[in-house]
């Protein structure tokens, strides 16, 4: 009888702990008002999504850097909030360590982690992320492709310059015109091809972009715009000379 009740004392036990019955929204809060970045970690796990999703917005209030690996696992989670909150919570957080999950955001389906996690990425200069920005310049939504060319511009780095450059053949205008004042802070060879190459174009804003973005460019724009004095198109031969005179 003895060893019956310990068994069912032992499997109630069991079940209580496998379904989470320990944790509730309540405990959370009591976590994050302690600061116990562990326990709410923990709570990341539990089969309630009310407790995950109060657990990761917690963590992300916290800023708790010691939470952005368990964060991104969160990032295939069933419930579609508490991605979003994982990924907003990484951000929050905005450490070095952040990176690579804010990266990794890029890809995923939801656009309003993608717009995100770009202006984020934009935010902190994440040369590592050029890569993956550049890749969303093609993103099917306008707003986002518009957000990559801005964090692009804001990083800085030339290892953005050649996806910048591609877009101002295939992008729309108002893509084209966010690409083109990029590139003047991406700077490289690729930046210079691109921007010589609409010295012509028939959009006013756009010729003008491309001789501001060479003048701040500065002397390897030289030799572009020399040869660009030769061209048969009037429009490029008076942005060439815009360029050698600014």
């Not at 209030?61 to 069933?78: I, N, P, R, W, Y």
């Not at 921007?195 to 060479?214: F, M, N, P, T």
């Amino acid at each position: 009888m003895k060893r019956r009740t310990l068994f069912f004392t032992a499997l109630i036990a069991l079940c209580f702990f496998i379904s989470g019955c320990s944790r509730t929204i309540d405990d959370v809060v009591k976590w994050k008002a302690s600061g116990n970045v562990q326990k709410l970690i923990g709570a990341l796990k539990d089969p309630k999504p009310e407790v995950r999703l109060a657990a990761t917005q917690a963590l992300g209030e916290l800023k708790a850097e010691a939470a952005v690996d368990a964060l991104g696992m969160l990032f295939t989670d069933s419930d579609e909030a508490i991605v979003f909150a994982s990924v907003e919570a990484i951000a929050a957080i905005g450490t070095p360590n952040t990176v690579t999950p804010l990266i990794a955001a890029l890809q995923l389906k939801e656009p309003k982690i993608r717009l995100m996690s770009a202006n984020k990425l934009g935010e902190m200069k994440a040369s590592a992320a050029t890569e993956g920005l550049g890749h969303l310049l093609d993103d099917s939504e306008a707003e986002i492709a518009l957000a990559a060319a801005a964090a692009l511009e804001n990083i800085g780095d030339k290892s953005g310059s050649a996806a910048l450059a591609a877009k101002l053949e295939t992008g729309t205008i108002e893509l084209k015109r966010a690409c083109a004042k990029a590139l003047a802070k991406t700077g490289g060879e690729d930046a210079v091809a691109g921007l010589a190459g609409i010295l012509g174009d028939s959009d006013a804003e756009l010729r003008k972009l491309a001789v501001e973005g060479l003048v701040i460019i500065g002397e390897s724009s030289v030799p572009v715009a020399l040869n660009a004095m030769r061209s048969e198109n009037m429009e490029t031969r008076r942005g060439a000379l815009a360029v050698l005179n600014g």
